[in-house]
Each structure stands twice: as structure tokens, then as C-alpha cells.
């Protein structure tokens, strides 16, 4: 057992202890566990990333959910102090089918065994892979001038060049992507474009964008995969990188960006891991819309809705992304990265980003 | 000028009745081809059952519809009653307003005598063939075969051939057949829905029906014991109007003004009729046929004021709360209802004279639609009333109660309400008050609407009753889900974790549930019903208390009797005096109830005393009167909610988590 898995196993000991104590106490056994909600994220000036903050709920069993998610809760400790006890390790959907055996503390759906496995890890500050629990959801590719070695399956560490090494699809990044799997070597190249869609990552690849400009293109297939927001924070902090993100111009895309740069709400506790404060959105912005005159759909009733609860997410309490918004909910339009083709299928890398990256100052 | 009023008097001449029904027909009801199919049959239906009743033999009834051609079909309609003499059937069915009924003040299906010969006269019309009546009065009889059409210039009845015949295997009834040009429909309005329901209200009547396509329903018999026969009324003074006072007065036999009132009216004393005579200044040894129209106006004038008892009540023949339930069960059992409202039968009131009493049921859950208006069944004596609804009183009434205060959804507080329910309200009369001839809707007479709102109240008070105990038992079931099953397995899984014994669970259980809760069930096994009380004490104190049960007299069935009631009295009350329950202990009371019919007993009446009302779930508070008389007034008692739980000083982690995966 590596020091990691023993403090893992302490902790979630430590756990079922607690519930142990208050039931033989004669009390009603309760989890405390910080509010995974909107209100609850704070801005963490250390770290430069929101956190949760210090409003708490509790898991009781004076509830059914609440007992239903403690009995399942001890039975996934279980499990884990079995995995590492005989070297195993699941993926969460693996999980969740483990607890088709365990009756009544069978979970609902795999969001349940996710979210639970999240609480996990934030009170006891270990990662989920402390727990032996992986993804399944791979991270996404990467394809620019980055050298890095990577430790396969069989403990053998290969050196990669994720530009000459790697055919049209790039370099995938595995589900760990910490120091003792995963080495960054060197770079040549200036900056780091994160970008939501596949077709427009494989347009900026077919048009050479990344050797062009010198970038490290990161396809983020949608809402990033913790393993792909780590990767880009190791960009960005061990090889200086600049990170700039392009989505769609539409509110779920804003939503990605604040992950990539601020933290995601359900994964704030260990947002200083996964989060890179320096991230800049490039576009398409609400504004590009009305520059460029762009193809536009309207904005759907849950569109709207999404930019309103925006408004009051303290993610996106400043000037730039308020104006945004509302710009947006004023337009009452939304627009794709791709819609960008409606000036040729160069406009995107001749004109659009290299203006935009020198009017922030990323293109010198 | 003569000339021209003696041209128009020759063209002036007698229209007879059955010409101006043939020409206005819809008046019958016969005003569309699904209606008139319907109609025919109700009235023959009508005729068999007000029969078999007045025979006193219980209903047999067969009736089958066959198409024979795309429009036309032959109906048959069978019973077993007393037959009809021979020379009555012709002006039976080939006479209109011809029958035994119209001067009776008395409650029966018929009254006009329209009905059956207007649909003879109907299915003539549209098929131009005759009616074929069968009928034998007794088992030594000859039974009759006649075919019969109605001459509508004169109304009187045309007999095209009739024949002695031997009617094997059949003592007594009739049969009649007829051809009728109509559409037949499935559905709400349709012959076998009109049947169902005169299954409901008619549960001491055998009914079997053959549908075009050969399929056969039989509604069988729930009780064989006749309704009480309805006694024939004189006509009661209060509503009586001018010109029906005059044609009394010229029909009577007796000879004097007083003995005229004292005899052919109800409620008229010797007194009454002197005092009478005396404020209309009119001598009470008048001959009442030579009164004029001015002492006529006289004489109604000095009833107007009289003071006169109600009629008598004892001619009106309610279904009864029972038989009600019987119905419905009998008919309604395929859909499972999980709850039949105690039927409500109120006391007769009056209205214009005329003694009506109403009567309501209703049946909520099992299979019913949830999101559907309710279904009202409407009954005139026993009669299902298929059309007009808006139209008529009985759904007035349900419209303007206010269904939210018992349990149904409606918008507003107003107008029919939604749910998984029928309502059923039977309104008997001796005359119900029809907005029509067709005797499709109940006219809105205030002292009507007013009962038939009362008893819906009433009735709807034990549905609420009902929804509440659900609602406090599946809120307490759930948390006993969480004692019983799931805090054991949280401490049985920590203990292993961490190594160390299981816990106790006491403490926290009864932190959690704080509460005594009665459990119980009934089971209908070998002619028995089983009843098992389960009393959990969930709070931290042992409890003492007393618990009581109201259950029908004398079935308390003491053989293998483990756990003895204090006290079981005649009336069906019983009473334990429990002992000493400890904190998370359970006691059991296992009993059986013998003698009974299954339906007889579906819903345990529990009460508890000694014990604060708040600390126990699934026991009423015992109500003050219990040691005084019958528990009828329990209708009045609200179901208790669960003890109010403790201020939850913590936010639940669990909801307050919004979407997380949205952004």
C-alpha cells in the first residue's frame, strides 16, 4: 500500500467511524459536507480560482435519500478498502454496476455514484484516484510542437513529440495525467488554444494553424474531462504557456470556458488543481456576432434560462462577462465556431484568430 | 268573412298524440339514430324491472341486439315478470300515455306510459315492421304471440295477427321484439354502459345482454332480496296547481267538498279540511264537481295557507347504503378501486308536494383515469340518465361543491372535478321533476340541488377522511422503511468497517420516528376476515394506553383468541387495554371476524385513549361520544396529520443540490 492509498483508507475509515460513534450514541447518524451549489462557490485569492465556501448541508438518515445515500455510502467504502487492498482499481461506471449486488444501497443512476464518490474526495481531500475510481471518459487530443514521455501500461516511458509522433488525431491524453505518468520535456510553441468543438479543431489542424503560429491546438470535446483541465494547467504553469479557449458563442460554451478557467462548480474543491485563472476567452464572443455578421440561431427558452442563472453566478460577477450576457440575451441570437465558414474555410485561420489573438495581445 | 273561417275550420282537425310524437320525436328522446337505439331499449328494461317489482320476483333480463341489415336492427328484450293479459298488450304497447301508472302518486321507473309503445311506434316508422310481444301470465297459461303497430291518426292499437303458443320452459314474463333503423356505438352513452349502470342500482337484477357482434355480458345479481315495494300516495295539497285541483274535483267519487279533501289528498284531517272550507267561505257539504272557477280559486288559495304536514316518506324506496356499495363493487370490481365512500341515503324531503329522497356513493383509485374529469352517474329511480348532463340537477350540484376541501382536483373551487373517482347519486320521487318528456335530466329545483349537495358533502367528507389516513400511513411507512431496514444495514456496514460490534439502534430510531405507530391490515381468508394490529412504539418512554375498534356487530370471533379485549360490546365496540409497550418494542393483536360477507368489512375503524394524540400515528383520538351513542358522527372528525417533525436545523445536503452537471 503506497502512503497515498493509506491515508485514503484512513480517512474514509475515519468516516464510517463517525456514523459507528453517532449511532452508538444514539444519535441520528449525519454527514456534514460543504453545499455543492452556485451560491456556495467563493473566489479563492491563493489559488485564483473558485472554491466552495462555507455553507454546509447534511446527510441525515432522518430522511430516506439521506439514509439511502449513508448506507450506500458505507458500502462503497467498502469496496474501496477491498480494491486496495487487492490492487484493483474500477472505473465509476463499474461502480455503479458493482452496486447492482448491494440491494437496497443500489444506486439510482450513475450520476448518484459519481456525485458520491465527489463527496468522498471532499471530505477527505484525497482524488478519486487516491480511491482507485477512474472515468471512463477519456481526455480529449492534442496536437502542436510539445514533447512529453508518457509511462504505458507496461512501465515502459515513451517519448512523444505530439506534432511529429502523432497522426491527424493527435496525441490522446490518458485519464491520469499526474507527474508519475505523464512528463511535460519541452516546447516550442508560444501559446495554447483550447477549443471546444471537434470540427473546428480539426479545421485549425487541416489548415496548419499550429505550425503557422506556433500553438499547442487542445481539442476539449465539450465540457472538459478533469484529466484534460489538468493537462492544460500543467501547460500553462511548467511550460509558461498562455491559455486562450474558443467555443461556440452560446451560454453552455460560456460555461466552459469559467471550468477551464475558474473551476467548475461540482468539482470546486479541487478547482486549484484543474483550474488555470490566466485562461482568456477568445470567442466567439456575443460581440463577434454583430463584427463579423455571422449565421445565428435564437436563443432557446433554455438558452435564455442559462444566461440568466448566469447573472447570478459569481463565476461570472465581473464586467467583461456581465456585458457579455447581456449583449447576448439582448441579440437574443447565439452563434457556432463553425458558422465562421461563411467567409471560406481559411477565414477562421487567416483572419479571425490572428486578429483576435493580437488585439489581446497572445499574437505579437 | 264566414266563408274564410269556414275554410279554415275544415282544414282545422284532431291531431292525436301519437301523430304529434311521430313528428316530434326528439321530445321521446328518440333524436339521433345512437340515442334511439339506447332509448328503446331503457324503456323496455324500464317496464321489465318496475314489473318483476311489483310481482315481487327478482329480475331476469336478456336483452339482445342484432343487425340485420347496415341501419336496422332487431332488438329483444326478456323478462320474468308477471306476463300481461291478453287483452291488455295490444294497448300496452300500441297505445301511447295508456298505463297503469299515470294517476299514481307512487315512485316507479314508468310514469307516462309513452315509452314502450313510443318505441314501437318508432321502430314502425323507420322499419315499417311490427312489434312481435310474447307474453304468458302463469305456468297453466297459454302464452300470447301478437304483432302489434301503433295507428298514430287514432292512437290505438292495430293487432296484425295474434296467436296462442306454447312457450316451453317459461312460467311467466314477456318478451318483446323490434325492428329499428339506429346506429350502434361503444363508449359513455351506449347500450352497455346503460345497462352496467342499471346493474349498479338494480343489484337484486339479473341482466344479460348480447351485443351485434355476438359477445354477451351478464351483470349478476348482488343480492337477492327484493327492494320494499313502494306504496302508492294520494297527491299531497302543497304545489298543487289550478287546473289539476279542478279536474280532481270533477273526477271524484265522493260527493262532498270535505270528504273530497280529506280523502283524495294526504295529509288532510277532518279539521284541516273544515278549516279550509271555512277561509275559502265554501261549504264543506258542497258537491266538489259543481264548484266554480272562482271557488276553485277560492279553495286554492285557503290550501295555500293551510298548514299541512309533509307527505308521507314511507312510498319512497331508497337503494340503501348497502346495496349501493354491493352495486358498485359488483359492477366496478375489474378496476380496482382501492376505495368505496360509505353510501350516503338521506331522509326524505319534499319538493312541491312530491316526497324525493337522494342518495350518493363514490368510489376513488384503483384503475380509475387520474387525470380525467370524474365520472357522475345519474339515477332517476333507479334509472340511469346517459344524456343531457349539463343540463341537470345532479351536475349542478357536484359542479358547485367545492372538491379541493375533499380530496379532488378542480380549478377554481367550481365545475366538475378531476381525479380517479365516480360519483354516483341516486334522486328517488314519487314525481321527479324531468326538464323533459325524454326524462334525460333532472330539472334544477332548489330543494333538490340543495340535497343532492349535502349528501355529496357528506360523502365527501369520508373520501377526504380516507386520503388523509393514506397520506399520514405512507408518510410514516417511509420512515419506518428507514428503522425497520435501512438504519440496520448502515450499522451493521459501519461496525464491520471499523471492526467493532453492531450498535444499538434504539436511540436513533426513536430520535428519528418519535412516535407510537399503529400498522394494520384485513384479510378476507376461508369465509373469514383476518385482522392484524401491529402497535410499534417509536418514541424513547415505554407507553400504556387503550385502543378501541368499531367492528360489525357480533362478528367478533373470540376461537384462538391469543390477546383478550378488555370490553366487546354489543354494538361492535371493542376495547384493549394494552400493557406496558417498552421503548422499540412491538405488539401484535391478531383477531378474526366471522359471518360475514367479504365486502362487508374492508377498513379498520381504530382509536386510541390514554395517550397523547399527537404521539401516535394510524389511531384516532377516541371521540367524546364513544361511551354515549353510535359513531356516525366520526364523519366530522379530520384525519390528524403526522406529528409535526422537529425544525430541521441543517440545510439537507441531498436537496439542496442543484444540476450540477450544467455547466
Known amino acids: 500500500m503506497t502512503e497515498e492509498e493509506n491515508r485514503a483508507v484512513r480517512s474514509l475509515k475515519e468516516i464510517a467511524g463517525s456514523i459507528y460513534d453517532q449511532i452508538d450514541s444514539g444519535k441520528v447518524p449525519k454527514m456534514t459536507l460543504p453545499l455543492r451549489t452556485k451560491s456556495n462557490i467563493r473566489f479563492d485569492p491563493k489559488h485564483g480560482v473558485f472554491k466552495y465556501g462555507k455553507a454546509t448541508g447534511a446527510r441525515s438518515a432522518k430522511k430516506v435519500n439521506g439514509a439511502l445515500m449513508l448506507l450506500r455510502t458505507m458500502y462503497v467504502l467498502e469496496f474501496i478498502e477491498d480494491m486496495v487492498q487487492n490492487g484493483k482499481s474500477s472505473t465509476l461506471r463499474e461502480m455503479y454496476y458493482i452496486s447492482e449486488g448491494w440491494e437496497k444501497a443500489k444506486f439510482s443512476s450513475q450520476d448518484e455514484s459519481n456525485m458520491l464518490a465527489e463527496d468522498l474526495e471532499i471530505v477527505t481531500a484525497c482524488m478519486r484516484e487516491d480511491f482507485k475510481l477512474r472515468a471512463e471518459e477519456n481526455g480529449a487530443s492534442i496536437i502542436g510542437d510539445l514533447t512529453i514521455s508518457e509511462m504505458d501500461r507496461k512501465g515502459k516511458v515513451k517519448r512523444i513529440n505530439c506534432r511529429d509522433d502523432v497522426g491527424d488525431s493527435g496525441y490522446g491524453i490518458p485519464n491520469n495525467v499526474e507527474r508519475e505518468k505523464v512528463q511535460l520535456l519541452g516546447t516550442n510553441a508560444k501559446f495554447v488554444v483550447a477549443i471546444e468543438t471537434g470540427g473546428m479543431f480539426d479545421r485549425l489542424v487541416e489548415n496548419g494553424f499550429d505550425e503557422r503560429y506556433n500553438a499547442v491546438l487542445v481539442h476539449l470535446k465539450g465540457q472538459p474531462a478533469r484529466s484534460t483541465r489538468r493537462f492544460i494547467k500543467r501547460l500553462n504553469e511548467e511550460m509558461r504557456l498562455p491559455v486562450v479557449v474558443f467555443t461556440d458563442g452560446d451560454p453552455w460554451s460560456f460555461r466552459i470556458f469559467a471550468s477551464v478557467a475558474y473551476g467548475a462548480i461540482k468539482t470546486a474543491h479541487i478547482s486549484e488543481y484543474l483550474a488555470t485563472p490566466t485562461a482568456e476567452f477568445v470567442g466567439i464572443t456575443a460581440s463577434d456576432i454583430t463584427n463579423y455578421d455571422l449565421p445565428t440561431d435564437k436563443l432557446t427558452d433554455v438558452d435564455v434560462r442559462a444566461l440568466n442563472a448566469e447573472l447570478k453566478d459569481p463565476r461570472f460577477a465581473d464586467e467583461y462577462w456581465r456585458g457579455e450576457i447581456e449583449t447576448m440575451l439582448k441579440l437574443n441570437k447565439k452563434a457556432e465556431q463553425q458558422a465562421l465558414a461563411k467567409y471560406g474555410l481559411d477565414f477562421v485561420t487567416d483572419r479571425y484568430l490572428p486578429e483576435k489573438l493580437s488585439n489581446m495581445g497572445v499574437l505579437r | ?663
Open chain 2, 1 to 663: 268573412m264566414g266563408s274564410i273561417a269556414d275554410e279554415l275550420a275544415k282544414k282545422q282537425k284532431e291531431i292525436s298524440v301519437s301523430e304529434f310524437f311521430e313528428r316530434n320525436r326528439h321530445i321521446l328522446g328518440f333524436d339521433s339514430q345512437s340515442k334511439a337505439l339506447i332509448m328503446g331499449i331503457k324503456e323496455a328494461v324500464d317496464n321489465s324491472l318496475d314489473a318483476c317489482e311489483e310481482a315481487d320476483v327478482l329480475p331476469e333480463i336478456v336483452v339482445t341486439v342484432e343487425r340485420t341489415e347496415k341501419d336496422e336492427f332487431r332488438v329483444s328484450v326478456e323478462d320474468n315478470g308477471p306476463g300481461i293479459v291478453k287483452k291488455a298488450i295490444p294497448n300496452v304497447f300500441g297505445r301511447l300515455l295508456y298505463g297503469s301508472r299515470f294517476h299514481a302518486v307512487r315512485q316507479s321507473r314508468g310514469q307516462q306510459g309513452i315509452g314502450i309503445s313510443a318505441t314501437v311506434m318508432y321502430g314502425q316508422i323507420t322499419t315499417g315492421k311490427p312489434a312481435v310481444v310474447i307474453s304468458k301470465t302463469g305456468a297453466d297459461d297459454v302464452a300470447w304471440r301478437m304483432e302489434i303497430m301503433v295507428n298514430t291518426k287514432r292512437n290505438l292499437p292495430d293487432v296484425l295477427k295474434e296467436d296462442p303458443f306454447i312457450w316451453d320452459g317459461k312460467e311467466h314474463g314477456t318478451k318483446i321484439t323490434y325492428h329499428m333503423n339506429g346506429r350502434y356505438v361503444g363508449g359513455r352513452q351506449s347500450v352497455l354502459e346503460y345497462l352496467r349502470q342499471t346493474a349498479i342500482v338494480n343489484p337484486h337484477a339479473r341482466i344479460t345482454f348480447t351485443d351485434p357482434d355476438g359477445r354477451r355480458t351478464t351483470f349478476e345479481r348482488a343480492t337477492d332480496r327484493m327492494p320494499p315495494a313502494t306504496k302508492e300516495i294520494k297527491p299531497h295539497p302543497s304545489g298543487l296547481e289550478l287546473g289539476t285541483l279542478m279536474s280532481m274535483a270533477k273526477e271524484t267519487k265522493n260527493k262532498s267538498l270535505g270528504r273530497f279533501l280529506q280523502l283524495d289528498f294526504s295529509r288532510i284531517s277532518d279539521r284541516l279540511a273544515k278549516d279550509i272550507c271555512e277561509r275559502a267561505g265554501l261549504d264543506m257539504m258542497a258537491d266538489p264537481a259543481k264548484l266554480t272557477l272562482e271557488e276553485h280559486k277560492r279553495l286554492l288559495a285557503a290550501i295555500g295557507t293551510a298548514k299541512i304536514m309533509a307527505p308521507p316518506t314511507d312510498c319512497l324506496s331508497p337503494i340503501g347504503a348497502q346495496l349501493i356499495k354491493k352495486g358498485l363493487r359488483n359492477v366496478l370490481d375489474e378496476v380496482r378501486p382501492e376505495f368505496y365512500a360509505p353510501p350516503v341515503t338521506r331522509d326524505p324531503k319534499v319538493h312541491s308536494g312530491n316526497p324525493f329522497l337522494v342518495e350518493v356513493g363514490i368510489v376513488y383509485g384503483g384503475d380509475l383515469p387520474k387525470d380525467a374529469p370524474v365520472q357522475i352517474l345519474r339515477f332517476a329511480n333507479r334509472v340511469p340518465l346517459l344524456y343531457q348532463q349539463g343540463a341537470c340537477a345532479i351536475t349542478k350540484a357536484v359542479e358547485s361543491v367545492d372538491w379541493r376541501r375533499y380530496g379532488l382536483e378542480q380549478r377554481g373551487g367550481s365545475g366538475i372535478p378531476f381525479g380517479p373517482a365516480i360519483i354516483l347519486v341516486h334522486v328517488a320521487s314519487t314525481k321527479v321533476p324531468f326538464t323533459s318528456e325524454a326524462k334525460e335530466a333532472i330539472a334544477t329545483i332548489p330543494e333538490i340541488q340543495a340535497e343532492i349537495e349535502l349528501a355529496l358533502k357528506i360523502c365527501g367528507r369520508s373520501l377526504k377522511t380516507h386520503l388523509n389516513k393514506k397520506e399520514t400511513k405512507s408518510k410514516t411507512r417511509v420512515k419506518f422503511e428507514i428503522v425497520q431496514e435501512i438504519l440496520p444495514l448502515i450499522a451493521q456496514k459501519s461496525a464491520k468497517i471499523v471492526g467493532k460490534p453492531v450498535p444499538k439502534l434504539s436511540g436513533s430510531i426513536t430520535k428519528i420516528m418519535n412516535v407510537v405507530w399503529v400498522d394494520d391490515a384485513v384479510s378476507f381468508e376461508k369465509g373469514h376476515h383476518r385482522i392484524r394490529v401491529s402497535i410499534y412504539n417509536y418514541t424513547p418512554q415505554s407507553q400504556k394506553f387503550n385502543l378501541h375498534m368499531v367492528l360489525p356487530p357480533g362478528a367478533f370471533d373470540y376461537k384462538g383468541l391469543q390477546f383478550f379485549p378488555t370490553e366487546v360490546r354489543e354494538d361492535g365496540k371493542v376495547t384493549w387495554e394494552l400493557p406496558k409497550i417498552a421503548s422499540t418494542e412491538r405488539l401484535d393483536i391478531n383477531f378474526s371476524l366471522s359471518g360475514l360477507n367479504k365486502e362487508d368489512y374492508d377498513e379498520n375503524e381504530i382509536y386510541a385513549s390514554g395517550i397523547d394524540p399527537v404521539a401516535i400515528i394510524g389511531a384516532e383520538p377516541l371521540p367524546g361520544d364513544w361511551d354515549l351513542k353510535g359513531l356516525e358522527v366520526t364523519e366530522s372528525v379530520e384525519a390528524k396529520g403526522p406529528a409535526p417533525e422537529e425544525e430541521e436545523e441543517e440545510v439537507d445536503y441531498d436537496e439542496a443540490k442543484e444540476a450540477l452537471n450544467d455547466d
